[in-house]
């Protein structure tokens, strides 16, 4: 495929494609709550987001580009299935309106649109995220963490647990994963950040596993297989826009969520940090880009 | 894209503007004048410029930026040139770059024999997608162009000759050696290609310098015209829109029947918008039109850095040029942008990368110039207070002078 025809509004299409088997496994465990979620946000989104350009600019050449429609896909799933519609329209509106257009619309903002989406809709509804959701990944995550000295087979024992991450997650992670390859292939998506993101991870992960004692806190291969590891180093750490320009800050970039997403799942008061670990690297891009910037 | 090279009928009038890319060059002709296909209508530093031919007979109009060829449909002719060097008849022959740089031919011969060049590339690696005005010339004309290739070769006394084509021209010349040239845009430049080819970094150095000397396709095809026919250079192949066309130099942009939309010369990356009475050039690749496109937003992709062959961030230049922020610019190197356009083909988002640069560089000269100015001003001004002030003390001293000599004779009073 010869890249260099592309245009911007084909490379959302074609990350919207490569979300596909992530989606088709995420509703096959998780129930068909996943594609309502879909629906909801992909129309309260888009709605949201021409109904601000009509008004700014009178015209809708600002919405073509496609990238909201892959924003809110992002935020369905990630966010536990069938959530309440109000919950889902609010977090749509935080990632189109509060992270993307208020900023100058498509390239000019700071964080990732569908992260600041979700950390709004956790940090002001948490209650509805209490027992499950994607990024979090709660369920295992938390079984693992809050076991009161049990080793980590004994934890395995629980259904929560599946063959090599979280139940139903593991499958979920492997979609992504399959999705985000191909956009590594298509060279849509930068393969810099996946690596870093996945090997600073695993990294941590091993320097805290010993082999399953009761300190241990989950092997690499779990922690890269359960919650939303898959989605957010190959869809989320890779958005252009919010990752830095230059190489050098773009490893950095990536080690530094694998290591943040690592020490908020291990030591913080959210199951899972994938949302925060991103959005503190985004806050990051700029100042990194800004000191690496010599071509 | 057809393989025959189309013939156009003769234009109504043939535009020689005097002030070319290359520099400026003076009438020889006067109003009212006939003259034959291959008399001299300008001439400019031989360095530079060099000769500008008569494409036809007719009637000369002069006017003060432009030398205008009236034909007459006679097509007279003036005899072959004869000159016994090579680089002298090129030289009478006004031949340049025809790949775009526009740099005299006959230089170019000179510097390279000095240098004692060995290796004589052909590039028919064509500078740009879409024109195939390289690639058409090689396919119709292989006993010219090795003629031509001999010629130079016999002239620079190299013993290896290299036929570079681009991707997907099959070319079986005799007693050759042909190394394709394939892969992604830019990889047509002289640099690129003795780097390719031969496997050599020249950095800052120029080919010659390392043995080499690279001559476009059309340029050999113009030699061997020249060298063997004795033909001035007076018409070149050139890409019009899909096709391509042998065009008198002179012939008007305007008479060339073209589709609606903005006209771009030079070819569709790389070439500017045609200006009012554009006429074909010497280096004049192709003419094509431009359907516009939409751009979007910079989505920071970094495709264009990717394809940068100076490994420049077009991206930070983009946004640095349309903020304004001129101190930047030079971390980000703006003056090594080559002008390839590989950005612009690279990006998703369709942006005018590289016609901003251009805008970019040209805004930076002025600003220069004007500090420039500016100091100059400064410091003139500094002067003159600082000489002010020197006049205006001594003025005080002679005064004080004065008023004590008179007080010491009013007391003696
Ligand atoms: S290729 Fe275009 S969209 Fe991508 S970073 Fe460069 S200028 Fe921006
Ligand atoms: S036009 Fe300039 S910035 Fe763009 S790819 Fe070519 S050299 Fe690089």
Known sequence: MDASTLDTRDIMLRTGVALVPAFAAATYWFGPGVLVNLAVTLGAGVALEAGWVWARFRTFDAVKDASTPVTCALIAIAVPPSLHPGILVFAAAMAVILAKQIYGGIGKNVFNPAMVGYAAALVAFPAHFADWDMLTGATALDALRFREGATVAEVWGQPAFGLVGAHGFEVVNAAALAGGLYLCAVRIANWRMPVAVLASLGACAALGYDNGSSASLGSPMFHWFSGGTMLAAFFIATDPVTSPSSVRAQWIFGIAIGALIYCIRSFGAYPDGIAFAVLLANLAAPALDKAMLRP | ?413
Not at chain 2, 331 to 357: I, K
Not at chain 2, 359 to 364: A, I, L, V
């Open chain 2, 1 to 413: 894209m057809g393989a025959a090279v189309k013939r156009l009928h003769l234009p109504s009038v043939l535009r020689y503007p005097l002030l070319t890319r290359m520099g400026r060059c003076e009438p020889r002709v006067v109003s009212g004048a006939r003259v034959r296909s291959g008399d001299v209508l300008a001439a400019g530093n031989a360095r530079t410029v060099g000769l500008l031919h008569a494409a036809t007979s007719g009637v000369i109009e002069l006017t003060p930026a432009e030398v205008l060829l009236h034909p007459d449909g006679l097509e007279d002719a003036l005899p072959p040139l004869a000159a016994e060097d090579l680089a002298k008849r090129v030289c009478d022959a006004g031949i340049v770059g025809l790949g775009g740089a526009g740099y005299p031919t006959w230089l170019k011969l000179q510097q390279a024999k000095r240098a004692a060049v060995t290796t004589l590339i052909v590039n028919a690696v064509e500078c740009e997608p879409d024109v195939s005005a390289d690639r058409s010339l090689l396919r119709g004309h292989e006993d010219e162009i090795l003629a031509g290739m001999r010629a130079l070769a016999a002239y620079l006394e190299a013993s290896r000759t290299i036929l570079a084509p681009g991707e997907g021209m099959d070319v079986d010349i005799a007693d050759t050696e042909v190394a394709r040239v394939t892969g992604t845009y830019p990889s047509g430049s002289e640099r690129t290609l003795v780097r390719r080819l031969l496997g050599m970094e020249l950095q800052d150095r120029n080919p010659t310098d390392v043995g080499v000397v690279v001559f476009n396709v059309a340029t050999v095809f113009a030699v061997h015209r020249a060298w063997h026919h004795g033909e001035r250079l007076v018409e070149r192949v050139v890409t019009v829109q899909d096709e391509n066309c042998w065009l008198r130099i002179g012939h008007p942009v305007r008479e060339l029947a073209l589709p609606e939309g903005e006209v771009t010369v030079g070819g569709p990356v790389t070439g500017w918008l045609a200006r009012q009475g554009e006429s074909i050039a010497k280096t004049t690749r192709a003419v094509t039109v431009k359907t516009p496109v939409e751009s979007r937003p910079c989505i920071r992709c970094g495709w264009c850095a990717d394809s940068c062959p100076e490994g420049l961030l077009p991206q930070e230049l983009f946004r640095h040029i349309n903020a304004g922020h001129w101190t930047g610019m030079d971390a980000l190197r703006l003056d090594d942008c080559v002008e390839c356009g590989a950005c612009d083909l690279a990006c998703p988002s369709r942006l005018p990368l590289l016609a901003t640069f251009r805008y970019g560089k040209s805004e930076r000269r002025e600003l220069e110039r004007r500090a420039r100015d500016a100091a100059v001003a400064r410091d003139r001004f500094t002067a003159r207070s600082a000489r002010l002030e020197r006049l205006r003390s001594a003025e005080r001293k002679e005064r004080e002078a004065r008023m004590a000599s008179r007080r010491e004779w009013t007391h003696r009073l």
